[in-house]
């Protein structure tokens, strides 16, 4: 059955949200306090890149089961079910998430519902928020109690988003336990067409519901920051991460997925999420639970002082007076988020420390040259790596990926490279000249060309032996 939905917030997630239930054929209202951005949307443009939305965005206009509003209003009055797809940002000098945006759409919408209604937060949020948020809506709404409030965090990942929210994994519901109401019954008409897939659907309390998201993204982080510890102890004992981490993800209770060294995690999730989990941990009195993430937190941002060492000491010792070249600004490929991102935040790192640093990425120039002026920014890689001393691979984007080693020769003034994601061959780049410094495995320069070659045909041998 065709519902009619408000979406509050049109960030990454709450724009998603808002085109992705037009897609499962409901009628939708998306709402944000920003008129460029509504003016944006309305017009079949995204404030944000994100592969295969924009599509999904102009089919739904077209349609005409999609329009965007700045007026509560208007959503108030057309809508029955309410998503809030706001940002819980970190709290300025602390770990806390700030909720002022969340508070904002509940203190605005509630007072304008008069009937029967459904509040559905989709926000991280620390637990304990929406049975706050709860009595807040009793008070505020003339329609008191009948204005239901539940929770439903959403999963997705960015450069995924689309996907992600039309294919999740799982859909969690929270919901009042004592008083349970009709949401359950409305929000499986919502996803009918996920239900109808398969995809499991797990009903729990309020405080559970909020717990997942955050003990999922603390789960995810660990695993990242497990890998990248293991990542040092290979570069202190000339061991290889890549390959360990092959090794231990065969076991199906490890998983290969989530275990790529690297510079370490970034982006407007995971770092946050975690800082405020712990924040929270702490008002509970539960902060002993969870003092290994600060743990995590400190492996990670180790990451990225690790790197800036590294490039020091791959173009003699001193940054002052040397040219990197850095590809790759977003906090991760296929987005143009520059969010706390390690790849924008080590090209910030070397600069201060006098190395005259040039940046580009495919998608995230704009978005990284507002919150980073100082830096200089080019319109491709030959640019950004003309005559540089070393380049700096820091976002795994596929035309990074992709790159020629060969084509590069001539373009740089010394021929090294660090894979600050382990995305590229190092054979390949070895063999053409250069030296690669991955992350977590010894450093290889062009003397290992021979080895590799005869360890190939070492197998070739072996191969033909045991045939
Ligand atoms: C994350 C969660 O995955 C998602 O479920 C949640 O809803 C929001 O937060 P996202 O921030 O889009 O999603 O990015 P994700 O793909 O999780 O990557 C986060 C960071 O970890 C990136 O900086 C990425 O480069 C890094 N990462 C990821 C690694 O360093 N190694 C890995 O193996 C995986």
């Known amino acids: 059955m065709t519902r009619n939905i408000a979406v509050f917030g049109t960030g990454y997630l709450g724009a998603t949200h808002a085109a992705c239930m037009a897609e499962l054929g409901h009628q939708v209202i998306g709402v944000d306090v920003d008129p460029g951005k509504v003016g944006q949307l309305a017009a079949g443009e995204l404030p944000f890149y994100e592969p295969g939305l924009v599509e999904v965005l102009r089919r739904n206009l077209d349609a005409g089961r999609l329009r965007f509003t700045t007026s509560y209003a208007e959503a108030a009055e057309f809508a029955d079910i309410h998503f809030i797809g706001v940002g819980t940002p970190q709290r300025k000098g602390e770990f806390a998430a700030d909720l002022s945006y969340i508070d904002a759409v509940v203190e605005e919408l509630a007072p304008l519902l008069t009937s029967k209604a459904f509040i559905l937060g989709k926000s991280t949020v620390p637990v304990g928020t929406s049975e706050a ?42 919901v009042d336990a004592l008083n349970p109401g009709l949401v359950e019954e409305v929000v499986r008409e919502v996803y009918k067409d996920l239900l109808d897939e398969g995809i499991p659907f797990l009903v729990t309390d309020l405080a559970t519901a909020e717990l997942v998201k955050t003990a999922a993204n603390a789960f995810l ?88 060492e590294r490039a020091k000491d791959a173009v003699g010792g001193s940054l002052i007076g040397a040219r990197i070249a850095v590809l790759g600004a977003a906090f991760k490929p296929d987005s143009d988020d520059v969010r706390d991102s390690p790849a924008l935040n080590i090209a910030g790192q070397l600069q201060l420390q006098g190395a005259s640093v040039s940046v ?99 197998r070739q041998v072996e191969s033909v032996n045991a045939e």
């Open 133 to 174: 948020l709860r009595r807040k809506v009793h008070d505020l709404a003339p329609a008191g109690k009948s204005v239901e409030v539940a929770w439903n965090p959403e999963f997705l990942r960015e450069g995924y988003a689309v996907q992600d929210t039309l294919h999740p994994d799982r859909i969690v519901l929270g």
């Open 360 to 458: 580009y990425d495919p998608k995230a120039t704009e978005n990284s040259r507002r919150i980073f002026p100082t830096l200089t920014y080019g319109a491709s890689v030959n640019e950004v790596c003309r005559g540089s001393d070393a380049i700096l691979v820091l976002t795994e984007w596929n035309e990074f990926k992709r790159l020629d080693p060969v084509s590069l020769v001539d373009v740089v003034r010394q021929r090294v490279i660090l894979d600050g994601r382990n995305c590229l061959s190092q054979q390949d780049w070895v063999s053409s000249g250069w030296t690669y410094i991955g992350v977590g495995k010894p450093a290889h320069g062009p003397e290992w060309q021979d080895h590799w070659a005869n360890s190939a045909i070492e």
């Open 221 to 308: 982080a660990t695993k990242i920051s497990f890998i990248n510890a293991m990542a040092e102890v290979c570069e202190a004992s000339g061991a290889d991460v890549t390959v360990l981490a092959d090794a231990i993800g065969h076991d199906a209770r490890i998983g290969r997925r989530f275990l790529n060294a690297g510079i370490g995690f970034g982006g407007g999730c995971l770092p946050k999420d975690i800082r405020a989990f712990m924040a929270r941990a702490g008002e509970l009195g539960a902060d002993q639970a969870l003092t290994f993430l600060r743990e995590v937190d400190n492996i990670n941002m180790r990451r990225r002082t690790r790197m800036v």
